[in-house]
């Protein structure tokens, strides 16, 4: 640009520089800092699992050049007509050389089918793993989850160019010229509906290696409405370094930490050895450090954060500490203070060495009972300075952006412990180290010991086993929802073809990585007992036998689709019963019911549905005697009588309208943009 300006300076009719310097502004203002790349729409998905009816698009999957048809009548119960999609003439073709193909962006009405199941305490609540497409299985979780996760934990493909995905159901490889943006296209879709997803102080972590990371963090910057990256970590994953054409070995990855709000708060690490070397001080409650009561950081650690503690400390000139009357003024949001200092006594408030105002790691009543732990020193310029004792034991280190733990390292703690785990080799590559995956969940949330942490690229279901760990440190009830898809990988998929079977057939199925890894692996670390029925070898790095298992339950759906008339009819019941199981909490046995009944209570789950409206007032009765429950679905066509009926169950009860909400949600929930 800036030597187009000058070559314009240098154009001696006036008339015509004037006018080309104008036409080059329009042309600046227009531009963008950031990723130019296409779209890639629409996006399309095979469906082997619906039926080939009229209406429906279809292609044939052995023949890649055929392009898409619409199916226009039914020959008879094994051949339909299809016509091509672009205009052309009819054929004929066998339904089953036909799947059923999808554009994102057109609604579908999904279901969960039920395929196992681990119950290993009762009236806990359930994980879940879904075998989906992602972009579908996020849409639903609108329904369900909306703005109710606290930790999304994803590891999509990397993009090297050796064939680790797949776009519109093709490998994008080191040839395709579009490999970038076709990543980048593939990758903004999920996002934007993901972010809508997290709680306001929830946080979602991308892992990614140096082929995409500043593509991928520009595209947050700049195309990610409401996502801002808040760190970026480099994990040493390999510790000899996978070797590179170009020379460089490798040693590390990244992982992005991106947040919706300034309400995420980064979490903490368990200490190191090096660090808890620096507990040098004991007393009868142990080992401990002295450290400034005033806090250091970030931005959590600035007045605005958490305003009450940012108070006055009075301290005298014998060193002793007192801590003023207050009341909180929730107007002006900070204390009122009730008691002026005594002649003797220095005011102190929590300011940081560059004048702004902090706040003090305790507030003001913990404080005034831990004195005993407190002591006053005065630093290098002699100021006066509160220190406190810092117990190993107590909140972990800050986490830095260099992560280099030997438990990170993804042979070992990632491809070896799945080899303990299902005692075959090379059954999924590159599956993460568990610990480095339960050390992102905790920097980013997953502290919380009933966090919802999701994990839409889920792969051989590693997030899930890192969050069994973390809930086996605390007792925490911490839920984990994964999906991933059921691809083939490309050697068996070529070994299966050459056998003559086709996907979608069983035998295809069930070399998937969901159904051949992901479960596979859930059901056998829940367990402690491999899928050979050997107890698993090995400890986990604090010393729990592998064999133990975890006292956690885990269910595995299958994302299918329905037809909406039958929805509106309400015979499908059964199967969007799981969606309101997932919905309200996944807890209790899932029953089989068809809907047939008056209403539906499940035993041990936290919902129930009233399905004859005219039954209301008994199904009132009996919800009374049921405090536990905390979702209602009505089926009602009419909104009057759904408010009317929501009014009577209560405002503490969420209530949801069926069948409309649920037709409503998968027609409108969509991105406009994404839409065809
Ligand atoms: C890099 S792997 C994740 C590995 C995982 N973190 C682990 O430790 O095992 C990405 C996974 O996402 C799956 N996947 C890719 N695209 C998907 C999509 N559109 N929907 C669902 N799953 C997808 C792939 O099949 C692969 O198993």
């Given at each position: 640009m800036a030597l187009i300006e000058n070559l314009i300076k240098d154009i001696a009719d006036s008339r015509l520089r004037i006018q080309i310097a104008t036409e080059l502004g329009k042309l600046k203002a227009r531009k963008q800092f950031g990723l130019v790349f296409e779209e890639h729409l629409p996006e399309i998905v095979q469906l082997p699992g619906l039926a080939v009816k009229p209406g429906v698009r279809v292609t044939k999957p052995g023949d890649k050049a055929a392009g898409f048809f619409v199916v226009t009548g039914v020959v008879n119960g094994k051949k339909v007509s299809i016509a091509p999609e672009r205009g052309g003439t009819e054929q004929v073709a066998a339904r089953d050389e036909l799947v059923v193909v999808k554009r994102f962006g057109e609604p579908m009405y999904p279901a969960l089918v039920p395929v196992g199941r681990v119950t290993r305490v009762p009236g806990k609540?359930?994980?879940?793993?879904?075998?989906?497409?992602?972009?579908?299985?996020?849409?639903?979780?609108?329904?369900?989850?909306?703005?109710?996760?606290?930790?999304?934990?994803?590891?999509?493909?990397?993009?090297?160019?050796?064939?680790?995905?797949?776009?519109?159901?093709?490998?994008?490889?080191?040839?395709?010229?579009?490999?970038?943006?076709?990543?980048?296209?593939?990758?903004?879709?999920?996002?934007?509906?993901?972010?809508?997803?997290?709680?306001?102080?929830?946080?979602?972590?991308?892992?990614?290696?140096?082929?995409?990371?500043?593509?991928?963090?520009?595209?947050?910057?700049?195309?990610?409405?409401?996502?801002?990256?808040?760190?970026?970590?480099?994990?040493?994953?390999?510790?000899?370094?996978?070797?590179?054409?170009?020379?460089?070995?490798?040693?590390?990855?990244?992982?992005?930490?991106?947040?919706?709000?300034?309400?995420?708060?980064?979490?903490?690490?368990?200490?190191?050895?090096?660090?808890?070397?620096?507990?040098?001080?004991?007393?009868?409650?142990?080992?401990?450090?002295?450290?400034?009561?005033?806090?250091?950081?970030?931005?959590?650690?600035?007045?605005?954060?958490?305003?009450?503690?940012?108070?006055?400390?009075?301290?005298?000139?014998?060193?002793?500490?007192?801590?003023?009357?207050?009341?909180?003024?929730?107007?002006?949001?900070?204390?009122?203070?009730?008691?002026?200092?005594?002649?003797?006594?220095?005011t102190l408030y929590p300011l940081g060495d560059d004048g702004k105002e902090r706040i003090w790691s305790l507030g003001h009543e913990t404080l005034r009972g831990s004195l005993d732990d407190i002591r006053i020193v005065s630093d290098k310029q002699g100021r006066t300075v509160i220190q406190r004792k810092v117990r190993a034991s107590e909140e972990g280190s800050q986490p830095s952006t260099f992560w280099d733990k030997p438990q990170y390292s993804i042979v070992e703690n990632g491809t070896v412990l799945l080899e303990r785990i299902l005692g075959s080799a090379q059954a999924f590559p590159f599956p993460k180290s568990i610990y480095a995956v339960a050390d992102c969940l905790r920097v980013a949330g997953a502290a919380r010991e009933d966090a919802v942490i999701v994990d839409f690229f889920a792969g051989s279901g590693t997030t899930m086993h890192a969050t069994a760990l973390l809930n086996a440190e605390d007792s925490g009830n911490r839920q984990c929802i994964l999906v991933t898809n059921n691809e083939v990988s490309e050697k068996a998929a070529k070994e299966l073809a050459e056998k003559g079977v086709e996907p979608g057939e069983p035998k295809w199925e069930a070399e998937g990585i969901c159904e051949a890894v992901t479960w596979p692996r859930i059901r056998a670390c829940f367990t402690g007992k491999r899928p050979d029925g050997k107890p698993i070898p090995n400890e986990y790095i604090d010393g729990r036998p592998m064999s133990k298992g975890f006292e956690e339950n885990a269910a595995y759906y299958r994302l299918?689709?329905?037809?909406?008339?039958?929805?509106?009819?309400?015979?499908?019941?059964?199967?969007?019963?799981?969606?309101?199981?997932?919905?309200?909490?996944?807890?209790?046995?899932?029953?089989?019911?068809?809907?047939?009944?008056?209403?539906?209570?499940?035993?041990?789950?936290?919902?129930?549905?009233?399905?004859?409206?005219?039954?209301?007032?008994?199904?009132?009765?009996?919800?009374?005697?049921?405090?536990?429950?905390?979702?209602?679905?009505?089926?009602?066509?009419?909104?009057?009588?759904?408010?009317?009926m929501r009014s009577q169950v209560g405002k503490e009860k969420r209530c949801v309208q069926l069948y409309k909400s649920y037709l409503d949600n998968f027609k409108i929930n969509l991105e406009p943009k994404y839409a065809d």
């Open positions: 609540p359930y994980h879940t793993l879904i075998s989906a497409e992602n972009f579908h299985a996020l849409q639903l979780f609108l329904y369900c989850y909306e703005s109710r996760v606290d930790v999304i934990y994803i590891d999509p493909p990397y993009n090297t160019g050796a064939r680790d995905w797949k776009y519109n159901n093709d490998y994008v490889d080191k040839t395709d010229t579009f490999r970038h943006s076709k990543w980048l296209s593939m990758i903004k879709k999920r996002l934007m509906l993901a972010r809508r997803l997290l709680k306001p102080e929830g946080m979602m972590i991308v892992t990614i290696d140096d082929y995409e990371v500043h593509h991928l963090r520009t595209l947050i910057d700049h195309e990610i409405p409401g996502l801002s990256v808040v760190g970026v970590v480099a994990i040493k994953t390999s510790p000899s370094g996978r070797p590179t054409l170009r020379g460089f070995r490798t040693n590390h990855e990244y992982a992005l930490f991106v947040a919706t709000s300034d309400a995420a708060v980064i979490g903490t690490l368990p200490r190191s050895e090096n660090q808890t070397a620096l507990f040098k001080e004991a007393d009868d409650d142990g080992a401990f450090m002295w450290a400034n009561l005033r806090k250091r950081g970030g931005a959590n650690t600035l007045r605005e954060a958490r305003p009450k503690q940012f108070y006055p400390i009075y301290v005298s000139g014998d060193k002793k500490v007192r801590i003023p009357k207050m009341e909180w003024d929730k107007d002006k949001r900070e204390w009122e203070i009730l008691e002026a200092p005594k002649r003797n006594e220095e299918d689709f329905l037809d909406p008339t039958e929805v509106k009819r309400g015979e499908m019941y059964g199967a969007i019963l799981p969606i309101l199981w997932m919905m309200a909490g996944a807890s209790g046995e899932l029953e089989v019911c068809k809907g047939s009944g008056k209403h539906h209570f499940p035993k041990g789950s936290a919902f129930c549905v009233l399905l004859q409206e005219d039954h209301f007032k008994e199904f009132a009765a009996k919800l009374a005697e049921r405090p536990e429950i905390t979702h209602v679905f009505l089926v009602t066509d009419s909104i009057e009588a759904f408010n009317e």
